[in-house]
Nanobody, 117 residues
Framework: QVQLVESGGGLVQAGGSLRLSCAPSKKISINTMAWYRQAPEKQRELVASITSGGITNYTESVKGRFTVSRDNARNLMVLQMNALRPEDSAVYYC????????????WGQGTQVTVSS
C-alpha cells in the first residue's frame, strides 16, 4: 500500500513561516498533488495544488503568502507558508492523484499547524 508522509507542521506566531513537505512511501506515477486543510468544525478545503507540469492553483486567502512547489524526480511536494495568520490554523493534509494499478487519490495522515496571535 502507498502512504503519503508529511512533515513540517508545528506552532508559530502570527507573521511567522512554516514549511510542509509530502512524499509517497513508494515510487508512483503522480499527476496532481495538493494540500488541503481542515479547521475544527469546518469543512476540508483545498489550499493549493500543483500539476506534474508545474501549474499551480491557490485558494484566495493564501495567495501571495503560500507557495507550492514540486520535485517530480523525488515525488516531493513542498508548501512554503509565510505571513501566517491565526485563521491558517488547521490540520493540513497532503493529497496525490496517482496511478497504482488504477488512478486514485492518496492522502497523508495530516499535520497540525497552529498560529498564535
Amino acid at each position: 500500500q502507498v502512504q503519503l508522509v508529511e512533515s513540517g507542521g508545528g506552532l508559530v506566531q502570527a507573521g511567522g513561516s512554516l514549511r510542509l513537505s509530502c512524499a509517497p512511501s513508494k515510487k508512483i506515477s503522480i499527476n496532481t498533488m495538493a494540500w488541503y486543510r481542515q479547521a475544527p468544525e469546518k469543512q476540508r478545503e483545498l489550499v493549493a495544488s500543483i500539476t506534474s507540469g508545474g501549474i499551480t492553483n491557490y485558494t484566495e486567502s493564501v495567495k501571495g503568502r503560500f507557495t507550492v512547489s514540486r520535485d517530480n524526480a523525488r515525488n516531493l511536494m513542498v508548501l512554503q507558508m509565510n505571513a501566517l495568520r491565526p485563521e491558517d490554523s488547521a490540520v493540513y493534509y497532503c493529497m496525490a492523484h496517482a496511478w497504482y494499478g488504477s488512478w486514485e487519490d492518496f492522502w497523508g495522515q495530516g499535520t497540525q499547524v497552529t498560529v498564535s496571535s
